[in-house]
């Protein structure tokens, strides 16, 4: 996306678009986003448009109260989406998985204050103390991982198929350095049974993990894609990519545009056979601060992006992922649906 003032008339001209639509809705309806109704997407399963898979990955629902797997189901639902990429945490538990002694919201809020330096003497002791904790959980994880069946995932399989919900991409914490050969064996068969046909990770920077996911990820004819934030550049994925087919991009399209990069339209064109799936976020670019923005509002190219898949039929799914701030008079599951309902706009227009 080299030609910023292309962009720029795109942006205003949908923009335009939908701000009239947007009004009429509200003249037409006092609550706007009150009643399920509102929305064409709310409570459907329709969010394959003109070609292009529309999903979310489930980690938009984080701060929703109850994580269960049929509590997701059911936010996925009321989103109007069909198709996800699951986290780890609601699958596996629902397969057994050892509960975790630390509460991970307590334990993510010390990490952000961590990195800015504002824990106490006392709050640095505990933070500590959580982290010990959660090697030692870790190891239980791993053991359990290493055994257990897969009679739980086929069930959850079939819960969220009868649905209509497809799980096209799983996201376990079972795929890093420290994590044993057993467990990535078996996070491999537990996506593969969940219908997925690509898990998820950060792309660890260790070539030989990379080299070696790419062939276990053969061996059960899977793909690993690798995911990035503002460290992604046109060449971040290379050296995974010639090491093994089955090495693909979990592009995130809005850490790529807060990274600096402008050439979002050229990159997708050029790899677009290795992307197996694409995050879907706005965000401001370097000049503009960065900061993550409802769709709509930051510069991540999001309208010209959709419409380059619909016109060149590039099938991956592109998955929704809510981390702008939650409205007060909201909730993440209404959120995803104006997501999804903006995409609808880009990808009919």
Known sequence: MKDNSKHA????????????????IVLSEPLVF???????????????INGVQIG????????????????????????????????????????????NPVDRRVFYGM?????????????????????????????????????????????LKKMYTDKGVHIYAFKPNAFGVKNTDAEIDYGLRAAKVLGADHVTLELPGNDAHTRKLGIMAAKHGMNVAY?????????????????????MLNLDLGHYIA?????????????????????LKDRKNPENGQANMSFGKGDTPIVEVLQLMRDKKYT???????????????????????CLEYCRKALEG
Request: glycine share 6%; proline share 4%; aromatic share 8%.
């Open 56 to 99: 979310c990955i489930t980690y938009s629902f984080r701060d929703m109260t109850d994580q269960s797997a049929e509590a997701t189901l059911q936010y996925v639902l009321d989103a109007g989406i069909n198709a996800i990429e699951l986290m780890g945490d609601p699958a596996e538990h629902f397969a057994g998985k050892p509960k």
């Open 316 to 338: 991956y799914p592109v998955s929704i992922e809510l981390e702008y701030e939650v409205p007060q008079d909201s909730n993440p599951v209404k959120e995803v649906a104006k």
């Open 259 to 279: 990274g600096g990069n402008t050439d979002a339209l050229e990159l997708i064109q050029s790899k677009h056979e290795r992307i197996s799936s694409m995050h």
């Open 227 to 247: 995911h990035g934030h503002t460290q992604q550049t046109p060449t971040f994925w290379d050296t995974a990519l010639k090491q093994s087919e089955h090495n």
């Open 111 to 155: 990490m952000r204050k961590s990195k800015s330096g504002g824990l106490t003497q006392n709050q640095i002791k505990e933070f500590e103390e959580m982290k010990s904790q959660l090697e030692n959980h870790r190891k239980v994880v791993a053991d359990w991982r290493s055994t257990v069946g897969m009679g739980k995932f086929e069930q």
């Open 9 to 24: 008339r795109t942006r205003r001209k949908f923009l335009k678009n939908s701000a009239a639509l947007a009004t009429g």
């Open 34 to 48: 009150g009643a399920p109704s509102i929305l064409s997407s709310y409570n459907q399963n329709d969010s394959k």
